[in-house]
Every structure is written in structure tokens, then in C-alpha cells.
């Protein structure tokens, strides 16, 4: 089973009008998985739609480019070979192109190892467990395209395509090959050359594959004509449909699915076109015009949807407004763990303030935002919030659907990004997510570089060595927890930056107040004096504005410069 299942189901049935039946695949097209009993050793099998969210099939029905006048694609009945390939790990396996394109071809194996038939009961081999229930993994195969022209990618198409198998693993697809294609630019009916899809076909009927997902968003049209070259029982999908599904996946709370599904609702909308115009053919074109009237009407009620869904997100988003200008009208300041998905940010969190987030090696483990309480050794205090992690190529609908989330990211004192240095990616990992930044206007806030998982590279004295020469950058390791210490002091420092010089005289029924200024601010000197503590040094300028009545003119010279007492 691919958890590709639900992306459709879950998010649309919480709109039973609307029949999304229509867009996907004939009912005669699924695919089978069981919920084994471990303790009773009992099977149970039954049979459960595929339904990716991008599917749009339906007994001859579907989104048809422009350009595209051929017959629909009849829908197959079930195909389920067993296959002996077992996805085993990704092993790089350059291999020369038979170059059936006219366009310069390579391949690369991400994936395979073949397990011997009389070992396995093929079928049953691609029974997993997952989270404690049996899953069905269906085959799935990649296919990527690297720009001839584009010299900037981040991710060499390689790299990208290994991430984009990574993803389909954590939907809980087995990922059975991959392939690229160079291309000045990708053909607009089906992204890649005909000799490339005749090709691809030929290797998704060797292996079984019951899904083909491309590394770059797809038009419809391209949808449509894949899936009707590529033949009825196969599914095609984009990169942007399986991290929605993800998400949809992983979204636990109320705000996180009702965002997860208005993402997959605007990306559905554009790909109800011209669906319903095989009814006009089917009769000959004597009811000219009804496919047009049935695709305006599924659109109304679809948009209608996306505004009813928008109005729950707001009266949602309200009481999380509610709760954070709580927050923000407590004086500690807020630290923001920002960074690409799978590079500790929750773990962090969890050895810092003892959270219970949910830390696995998995893409996406955290979409919700979490904030927690951080108490240093020294006495200071800040606040400190795990959110969803970036990715390269994140659905703009996924950004501006969590757009509310990522606000307080941008409302944050600091931003701590949070980089897995052993990765062999890490460099581009860090200009996808100042990518995002930039996208958030996050960019002007302070921040601070913290390279985790120093303990898992192959060189951490020399990556320890590194860090040192570089300004605001520290080594940690959060799953071993060495390295916090020096992380809150740095933490500390940086929020300095933030800060205002102030010289307070704080009355002595005030003491609650002196301990709030010592727990958020930076103090330097303090004074007893007769009409109270005078109290110099850096705090945050909510605080400092909270101070204002008993603020003193300068006694002594801040170490900052004058224009932090003109911003008060
Ligand atoms: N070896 C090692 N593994 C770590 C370290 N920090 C985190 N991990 C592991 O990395 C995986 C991902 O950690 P998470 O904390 O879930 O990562 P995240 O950044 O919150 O990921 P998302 O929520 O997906 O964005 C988990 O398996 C952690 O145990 C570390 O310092 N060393
Ligand atoms: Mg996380």
C-alpha cells in the first residue's frame, strides 16, 4: 500500500458534495493490501484504491491538454504481478542509454536487488510492516529531467532524483528504478521525448510498476498523456503530489489538515479541465457543451470548497493568534528552529526543554509548530519553537497554504537553522532553505548556523576546526547531546544583537520584575541604592518599552550605539 491512498480520500471527504470519485480511477483499478494481525496471525486482506492526488481518471474521463483530442484510456482491471525486486537501499549504478530519444539519454539504477523467487513468496515479499500494520509497497519508478541550459540547479538531477526516491520511501512506495533525460527544455505534451517514454514503458512492464512519479511538477496535459501512453494500469505522479500526500500523511491536528488539504485542493483545481468533454464525444457531440457545463460546475463547487476550508483555517488561525500574542506579551524572547526536513530540529528541541516531539528518520516528521521553555544553566530564558522542515523544489501551493505556521518563524528574536553537516548534500540543503527564507521575508532576522550531527560525519575534529573559523556557526550534536551548552551561550549572544541597552531603576517591592529583567535580558552591573536596584545592561525591545517608567537617563555609556535608545 502506498500511503499515496489517502491524499485523496482524506482530505476531500471532510466535502462529501463534492464527488471526487470522478477524477480518479475506475473502481476496477485497485490495488490490494492486508492489516496482518501479528497475535492472532490472522490475515485479513482487502482491497484499497490508489488514488494519488494528481489521478484524474475516471471510466474515460480525465484532464486532457489543449492539444490532445485522442481516445481516453481505458482502465484496466487489477494487475498485481508478483515482482522479485525488493527495494534494498539506493546504489548508484551508472548505466549507458540504448539513446531510443533524440535527446541525449542516461540512465542511473538508484535501486535494486533481486531476491531469489523460491525464497520469497513474490507477492508477500512487498508486504511491509509500518507503524505496527501491514502495507502493501507498490512499485514505483522515477524519472527526472536535467535542464541542458541550467547551470544553477542546486541539486544535480542525480542528487535529486535520490532525494525524490527518498520521498516515495517515506509514502511507503518501493522504489524499483530510476531514469533522466537531458533536455533543453522539457516537450510540453509529456515533459519527456517519445523515445524516452517508449523506453520508460518498456521498463515499468519489466518490473511491474504500478507508479511513475517525475521529479518536477506536470502540467495536466502531460499528466494525461503520460498516464495514456504509459497505459491504463499505470499511475503517473509529480513530485509536488507526493510530498502534498506526505503531508497529508503526517498532519495531525486540525490546522496542519485543513492547510495539507486547501494545498491539494488549489493544486487539483487547474486539473479539472476539460474532463468531462469524452461525454460530448461518447454521444456523437450531440450534447455539445455538457462537458463544459459539468467541469464550470465541479469548479464552482470546488472553489466554493476552497473558501469554506479557508474560513475553518481562519477561525482556527484565531486561536492561535490568541495564544501567541500570550506569549508575546511574556518578555522572554522567541528562538525559531529553522532547516531542511530530517536535520534534527525536533530533537534539538526535545534534548533542550525534555519536549516529546516526534524525532524520526523520516522526511516531514513535524508539520505542526511547537514551542517550548528553554532554561540555560545560567539562569537565562528564551523560548524556543520547532516547525516543518524545507525542501528543495517546496509546492508554492505548500507555502502559501502553511504560510500562517511559517508566520511565526518570521515573528521570531532569532532564527536558529539547523543543518545536518553530515550530510553530503549539506551545502545545498542550506541555499534550498535560504531559499525559503528569502520567500518568507525571514531574511533580516539574526542567525544563528548550528551543524548537527557532527558525530555521524567521517571528519568531525576537522568539521569542529571549520565551525571555529566561521562567525555565528557552532558544532552540536543533538541526539548525543554535547554541544548545548555552547549552544545556549551562543544563543544568548545572538539575541544580544537584538537587544537594547537599558539602565533601569527598579524599585525593591519590585523584585519579581528583577528577576524577569536577569531571565530575559543580558544584565552587566548591578546597583543597590537607596530608592532601589539600578539594573544596567541588554534586554528585548518589548521588554525595554515595559521598562520605560523606570527607565534612567544615561548614567553610564551603553556599549551599543546611541541609536538603540532612539528606537525606545
Ligand atoms: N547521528 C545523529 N542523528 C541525529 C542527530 N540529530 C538528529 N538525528 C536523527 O536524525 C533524524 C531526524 O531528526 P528530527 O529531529 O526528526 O529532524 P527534523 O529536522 O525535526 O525533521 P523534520 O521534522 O522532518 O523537518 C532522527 O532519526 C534523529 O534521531 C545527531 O546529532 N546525530
Ligand atoms: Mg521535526
Not at 494500469?233 to 496542519?256: G, K, P, S, W, Y
Not at 544583537?497 to 528583577?514: H, I, N, R, T
Request: charged share 30%; with cysteine; glycine share 6%.
Amino acid at each position: 500500500m502506498s500511503v499515496c491512498f489517502h491524499s485523496v480520500v482524506k482530505p476531500f471527504s471532510l466535502f462529501p458534495q463534492f464527488d471526487f470519485n470522478r477524477y480518479t480511477r475506475s473502481p476496477n483499478f485497485t490495488t490490494r493490501f492486508s492489516i496482518q494481525n501479528y497475535d492472532n496471525n490472522v490475515r485479513r486482506d482487502r482491497r484499497h484504491r490508489f488514488n494519488p492526488s494528481i489521478s484524474v481518471l475516471e471510466h474515460g474521463t480525465g484532464v486532457l491538454s489543449p492539444a490532445d483530442d485522442s481516445e481516453e484510456v481505458s482502465v484496466g482491471s487489477e494487475v498485481l504481478d508478483a515482482d522479485d525486486g525488493v527495494l534494498e537501499g539506493l546504489v548508484d549504478v551508472a548505466e549507458e542509454d540504448a539513446g531510443s530519444s533524440p535527446a541525449s539519454v542516461s540512465t542511473k539504477r538508484l535501486v535494486k536487488k533481486k531476491v531469489d523467487d523460491s525464497e520469497e513468496d513474490g507477492e508477500d515479499s512487498r508486504f511491509k510492516l509500518r507503524n505496527g500494520r501491514e502495507v502493501f509497497e507498490e512499485k514505483a519508478y522515477l524519472v527526472g529531467v536535467a535542464r541542458k541550459d541550467e547551470t544553477d540547479e542546486l541539486f544535480s538531477i542525480e542528487e535529486s532524483l535520490k532525494e525524490l526516491a527518498q520521498l516515495a520511501d517515506t509514502a511507503g512506495l518501493m522504489v524499483v528504478d530510476s531514469t533522466y533525460q537531458k533536455l533543453s527544455n522539457p516537450n510540453p505534451r509529456t515533459y519527456i521525448g517519445s523515445g524516452k517514454v517508449a523506453e520508460i514503458k518498456t521498463a515499468i512492464n519489466g518490473y511491474g510498476v504500478e507508479t511513475v512519479i517525475f521529479d518536477d511538477e506536470l502540467s495536466p496535459g502531460q499528466l494525461r498523456n503520460l498516464e495514456k501512453a504509459f497505459g491504463g494500469n499505470v499511475r503517473v505522479c509529480d513530485r509536488t503530489a507526493l510530498i502534498l500526500d506526505i503531508f497529508n500523511q503526517r498532519a495531525a491536528t486540525r490546522e496542519a489538515s485543513l492547510q495539507v488539504a486547501l494545498a491539494q485542493m488549489e493544486y487539483q483545481l487547474p486539473r479539472l479541465t476539460k474532463m468531462w468533454t469524452h461525454l460530448e464525444r461518447q454521444s456523437g457531440g450531440k450534447v455539445k457543451g455538457m462537458g463544459e457545463k459539468q467541469i464550470e460546475v465541479d469548479k464552482r463547487i470546488l472553489r466554493t470548497q476552497i473558501g469554506v476550508l479557508k474560513k475553518d483555517l481562519e477561525s482556527v488561525r484565531k486561536h492561535r493568534k490568541q495564544y501567541r500574542t500570550r506569549r508575546l506579551s511574556v518578555p522572554v524572547p522567541v528562538v525559531s528552529l529553522v532547516g531542511y526536513t530530517n536535520a534534527g530540529k525536533s530533537t534539538l528541541l526535545n534534548q533542550l526543554t525534555g519536549a516529546d516531539v516526534l524525532a524520526e528518520d523520516r522526511l516531514f516528521a513535524t508539520l505542526d509548530p511547537t514551542t517550548r521553555r528553554v532554561q540555560t544553566k545560567n539562569g537565562k530564558e528564551f523560548l524556543l519553537t520547532d516547525t516543518v522542515g524545507f525542501i528543495q523544489k517546496l509546492p508554492t501551493t505548500l507555502v502559501a497554504a502553511f504560510r500562517a505556521t511559517l508566520e511565526e518563524i518570521s515573528e521570531s528574536s532569532l532564527l536558529v537553522h539547523v543543518i545536518d553537516i553530515s550530510h553530503p548534500l549539506a551545502e545545498q540543503q542550506i541555499d534550498a532553505v535560504e531559499k525559503v527564507l528569502s520567500e518568507l521575508d525571514a531574511c533580516s532576522i539574526p542567525k544563528l548556523m548550528v551543524w548537527n550531527k557532527v558525530d555521524k560525519a567521517s571528519n568531525p575534529e576537522e568539521i569542529k576546526l571549520k565551525a571555529k573559523d566561521l562567525e555565528d556557526t557552532i558544532c552540536i550534536s543533538a541526539r548525543k547531546g554535547s554541544g548545548l551548552d555552547e549552544f545556549c551561550n551562543a544563543v544568548q549572544e545572538k539575541l544580544k544583537d537584538s537587544m537594547v541597552w537599558v539602565e533601569a531603576l527598579v524599585p525593591f517591592d519590585k523584585g519579581e520584575l528583577l528577576s524577569t529583567i536577569h531571565q530575559v535580558g543580558m544584565v552587566e552591573r548591578t546597583e543597590y541604592t537607596e530608592h532601589g536596584t539600578l539594573v544596567r545592561g541588554y534586554v528585548p525591545l518589548r521588554f525595554a518599552r515595559l521598562l520605560t517608567p523606570l527607565r534612567q537617563t544615561c548614567i553610564s555609556r551603553s556599549p551599543m550605539s546611541s541609536e538603540d535608545d532612539m528606537l525606545l
